[in-house]
């Protein structure tokens, strides 16, 4: 069977994704900055499909582009965009974003000229079958602090955000 | 087989992409979009090379950069839609004092 990880569909998503990227800048309505950043949400998801990593790219999908993506365009609609698009879109510093970005070029640029050996090539590919057995084995044997960690941060979020939102508590 | 340096020079547009609409949007909405691409950049480098060196720890990692993203989104919005309450705009720089 051929492998389906063929640099195309590399090229593909990529290119998908660095144009959802830029519209999201370049947009001056917040509603198509958010569509186009769920473009960049789900080629990325492709990307994690490729690099092996299903249940990664499952819970990109589900949380990303379905829980927090839902989030902003609701919180788009509880606003006045109309006013908000009449007004200066950016902020008047193109010079120095246009050194940042020629500097940033040029660093990518020498990365990718010298970085040919830097990485050798591995052999095989992560067994994609057991991929979330063994993610679920790490996240409750080594990482079960993180884990718990991570569970407190959400709650205190929530409690922030409804604490927050509330008009009169 | 696509190499490492691929994927990790398409995270640092994706990186470069969200600094850049943080650096010069004045709409709140959208300046928080650009710190999602950025941690989403992250995560496609945090998963390149967990494919590369065979270690499923980078990718355990991803899921706490997004609990870390999925708390920073409801907490921000919420702090939005309380200055949006108060101020009737969405723009940065009218948004200079704590207090009205």
């Known amino acids: 069977m051929n492998p389906v990880?063929?640099?195309?569909?590399?090229?593909?998503?990529?290119?998908?994704?660095i144009l959802g990227g830029v519209m999201v800048i370049v947009r001056r309505n917040a509603v198509h900055s958010a569509i186009a950043l769920i473009v960049t949400l789900l080629s990325v998801a492709g990307l994690y499909l490729m690099l092996y990593a299903p249940f990664v790219a499952g819970v990109q999908i589900i949380v990303y582009a379905g829980g927090i993506m839902v989030l902003f365009l609701f919180v788009i609609?509880?606003?006045n965009i109309d006013r908000s698009m009449k007004?200066?879109?950016f902020n008047k510093q193109w010079w120095i974003a246009i050194a940042a970005a020629v500097a940033l070029g040029a660093l990518f640029v020498s990365v990718f000229v010298k970085s040919k050996g830097l990485f050798p090539e591995r052999g095989l590919p992560l067994a994609e079958e057991s991929n979330t057995q063994q993610i679920?084995?790490?996240?409750?044997?080594?990482?079960m602090f993180a884990f718990e960690i991570a569970s407190l941060l959400l709650l205190v979020?929530?409690?922030?955000?409804?604490?927050?939102?509330k008009k009169r508590i | 087989m696509v190499p490492l340096s691929y994927y990790l020079m398409l995270s640092g547009i994706l990186f470069a992409c969200g600094i850049l609409g943080f650096l010069l949007k004045?709409?709140?909405?959208?300046?928080?979009m650009s710190i999602e691409l950025m941690l989403n950049g992250v995560n496609?480098?945090?998963?390149?090379?967990?494919?590369?060196?065979?270690?499923?720890?980078?990718?355990?990692?991803?899921?706490?950069?997004?609990?870390?993203?999925?708390?920073?989104?409801?907490?921000?919005l919420a702090i939005i839609i309380a200055v949006y309450r108060?101020?009737?705009?969405?723009?940065?720089?009218?948004?200079?004092l704590l207090k009205l």
């Open chain 1, 5 to 17: 990880a063929t640099p195309f569909f590399f090229y593909l998503l990529s290119t998908l994704a």
């Open chain 1, 77 to 79: 609609m509880l606003v």
């Open chain 2, 86 to 96: 108060t101020r009737e705009t969405l723009n940065v720089d009218q948004v200079n």
């Open chain 1, 157 to 165: 979020a929530i409690i922030g955000a409804v604490v927050m939102a």
């Open chain 1, 87 to 89: 007004e200066r879109a």
């Open chain 2, 44 to 76: 496609l480098s945090f998963v390149a090379f967990a494919a590369h060196w065979h270690a499923l720890s980078g990718q355990v990692f991803v899921f706490f950069v997004m609990v870390v993203a999925a708390a920073e989104a409801a907490v921000g």
């Open chain 2, 26 to 32: 004045r709409n709140i909405i959208t300046i928080f």
């Open chain 1, 136 to 143: 679920g084995l790490y996240l409750y044997g080594n990482y």
